[in-house]
C-alpha cells in the first residue's frame, strides 16, 4: 500500500481495477481525477496498471494506492515450491537450507508473542475467578467438607493467623481437632515456618490459613524455606482475599486485595479459587494436593466473602474481667489528653474514633492503625524518638503485640522517657470471630521489662486502670513504661468504622504534632 496524507473522506476507485483486458495506459484513471475535482481523498486499488508508477498517480492527486494481492500471489507461488520439494525430498532438509523459509522466531515476532504471553497471564487471574464461582444459586461451602477433604489427603496439621473471611473454617477447626494438631500462630510467617517443620517430621502435607495482608510476613519463609529451589516444603495456604477487586472494603484491603494474585506469581505459588459449593471445592483441592504431591512445592488456594457455610464455635476465650476495651480505652483517652496516640489495627482503632466523635473531640490527638498489624508500638516509638518534647502513647493490643514481640525490646533499647505503652489484653483476635490468642497466659509485664522497659505493670480492675494510667501521665520515669490491661472480650454490635479517610487521618495529625 502506499499512501499519502489527504484531509478526512473516501472515494473508492475500485471499478478501475476490474475484471478486463490488461490497459495499454492509465488514461480514464487521469480522466476521473480531472473531473472529480479533489472534492475528497480518492482510494485506488491499479492492480491491472502495473508498469504506472505509483508517483504519475500521485501527479493525478491519488491520496492511497492499495496494491492488493501481490504478496499473496508471490506466496502461493513459494508455497507451491516448498510443498514440491517437501514431497520430492521426503525431507524438510532441503527447504530448511534454501533459505526461502524464514525462521521460527521470525513468525513469533510477526505475531507479537511476547504481547500474546501478557495477555494470556492478565486474563488467568479472571479466568480463574469465573470458574470458582456459579452465583446463579445461593450456594456455601461446608467447612467440614473442606477440613474432610483435606484429611483424605493426608493432612493433620492445621496452623496460622485467623481472618474473618475464613472464620467459619477457622472455628471449625479450633472445635474439631486437638492442641497437637493445630496451633494459632504469633503471625504468619512463623505458621509457615511451624508447618516445614510438621512436614519435616511427617511427611505429611500441612495447612496454613492467613488473611493476604498477611503475605508479606509469609515472604521470607515461602521463598527461602520452602520453594523448590532450596528445601522444597509443600503446604497448602488458605488465603483470605480481603479488598477483592470490585468488591467493596476498607482502602488497606483494597491495596492488597489488588495484588494478592500478582504476589503468588510472583513468588511461584500457583493458586486456585475455592468455589462456594462442596463438588467445586473436592476438585479444586483434588488439584492441589495433586500438584503438591507432585512437586513437593507449596499451593493457595483463596477465599471470597461468604464462602463458606456458617459454622458456630463455641467461646475458646471466657474471662470475667469487668471492664470492656472500650471503656478502658475512654481512661485512656481521659488521662492523655492533647497527646498523640498510636492505636493498634481491628476493634482498637474503630472504638476511639467513634469515643472521639461521643466525646465531642477531633481526631486529631489520634493515629490510626487500620493495617499493619503488629506495628503500632513501632510507629509509635518512631514519632517518640523524632519529637522527645511529647509524650506518645502507643495503644496495643495482645495479638498485635504478639505478631510483632521484636518492637518491644527495640522500645527497651530505645530508653525513651516519652514512651508509654499501654497493652489491651482479652485473649483473643476480636475482630475476625474471637479466636483465641493465648495471650492471657502471657506474661507481658516480664517481657517489657526483660527488653528494657524501665516499669511494667498489670491491671485487671477501674480503680487500678485509672490509678496506672495517671502514673504513666504524670510521673517522671526513667525510660519507656508498660501498663497491661485485661478486659472482656467482645464489642458493640453497632460499632461503626471511621468515616474520614487514612489520608485524611494522617494530614490532621501531622498538622497537630507541626509537621505540616
Not at 502461493?76 to 520439494?85: A, F, G, H, L
Request: glycine fraction near 8%; include cysteine; charge should be negative.
Amino acid at each position: 500500500m502506499h499512501h499519502r496524507s489527504q484531509p478526512c473522506g473516501a472515494a473508492v476507485g475500485e471499478r478501475l481495477t476490474g475484471e478486463r483486458t490488461a490497459l495499454q495506459d492509465d488514461s480514464d484513471i487521469a480522466a476521473f481525477m480531472e473531473a472529480w475535482g479533489n472534492r475528497c481523498p480518492v482510494i485506488i486499488v491499479p492492480t491491472k496498471y502495473y508498469d504506472v508508477p505509483t508517483s504519475t498517480f500521485e501527479s493525478y492527486g491519488v491520496s492511497t494506492v492499495i496494491w492488493a494481492n501481490h504478496n499473496m500471489r508471490a506466496a502461493i507461488n513459494v508455497m507451491q515450491e516448498t510443498t514440491k520439494s517437501i514431497f520430492e525430498n521426503q525431507s524438510l532438509s532441503t527447504v530448511e537450507k534454501s533459505g526461502t523459509v524464514v525462521p521460527v522466531s521470525e513468525v513469533f515476532r510477526l505475531q507479537n508473542t511476547k504481547e500474546l504471553k501478557e495477555a494470556e497471564g492478565k486474563y488467568e487471574d479472571e479466568a480463574c475467578i469465573l470458574r470458582a464461582m456459579d452465583e446463579t444459586n445461593e450456594t456455601k461451602t461446608r467447612p467440614g467438607a473442606v477440613v474432610d477433604a483435606m484429611k483424605k489427603n493426608g493432612t493433620e496439621f492445621f496452623c496460622g493467623v485467623p481472618d474473618s473471611l475464613l472464620k467459619n473454617f477457622c472455628d471449625y477447626v479450633t472445635s474439631n481437632t486437638t492442641s497437637d494438631e493445630h496451633v494459632i500462630s504469633a503471625n504468619e510467617g512463623t505458621a509457615v515456618a511451624m508447618a516445614a517443620g510438621h512436614h519435616l517430621a511427617t511427611g505429611r502435607i500441612p495447612v496454613v490459613y492467613l488473611q493476604n495482608s498477611g503475605l508479606g510476613n509469609i515472604v521470607n519463609p515461602i521463598l527461602s524455606l520452602a520453594d523448590r529451589k532450596v528445601y522444597s516444603v509443600p503446604m497448602l495456604l488458605m488465603i483470605g482475599w480481603r479488598g477483592e477487586p470490585g468488591k467493596k472494603d476498607e482502602p488497606q484491603h483494597g491495596v492488597q486485595g489488588k495484588c494478592t494474585t500478582s504476589m503468588l506469581k510472583e513468588m511461584g505459588i500457583p493458586y486456585e479459587v475455592m468455589p462456594d459449593y462442596d463438588a467445586g471445592m473436592e476438585e479444586v483441592m483434588a488439584k492441589a494436593y495433586s500438584y503438591m504431591h507432585a512437586k513437593s512445592a507449596p499451593f493457595a488456594v483463596l477465599i471470597k466473602k461468604n464462602t463458606f457455610e456458617k459454622y458456630k464455635m463455641e467461646p475458646q476465650v471466657v474471662t470475667e474481667f469487668p471492664m470492656t476495651r472500650e471503656f478502658a480505652l475512654n481512661m485512656v483517652c481521659d488521662a492523655f489528653p492533647d497527646t498523640p496516640l498510636v492505636t493498634t489495627t481491628g476493634f482498637t482503632s474503630r472504638e476511639v474514633f467513634e469515643l472521639r466523635e461521643a466525646r465531642g473531640e477531633d481526631h486529631s490527638d489520634d493515629f490510626l492503625t487500620v493495617g499493619s498489624m503488629g506495628h503500632c508500638s513501632s510507629i509509635a516509638l518512631g514519632i517518640a524518638n523524632a519529637r522527645p518534647e511529647h509524650n506518645v502513647v502507643a495503644v496495643d493490643g495482645d495479638g498485635a503485640a504478639l505478631m510483632h514481640l521484636g518492637g518491644m525490646a527495640s522500645v527497651g533499647l530505645s530508653g525513651r522517657t516519652n514512651f508509654k505503652h499501654v497493652l489491651i489484653n482479652n485473649g483473643m483476635h476480636d475482630s475476625v470471630g474471637g479466636q483465641p490468642t493465648g495471650c492471657l497466659g502471657v506474661d507481658f509485664t516480664a517481657m517489657a521489662k526483660a527488653a528494657g522497659y524501665a516499669e511494667a505493670m498489670s491491671v485487671t480492675t477501674e480503680e487500678a486502670a485509672k490509678a496506672a494510667l495517671d502514673y504513666l501521665a504524670t510521673e517522671p520515669v526513667d525510660g519507656p513504661v508498660l501498663v497491661e490491661i485485661k478486659v472482656k472480650g467482645g464489642s458493640r454490635s453497632d460499632l461503626g468504622r471511621p468515616t474520614t479517610t487514612p489520608i485524611e487521618n494522617k494530614v490532621a495529625f501531622m498538622k497537630k504534632l507541626g509537621a505540616l
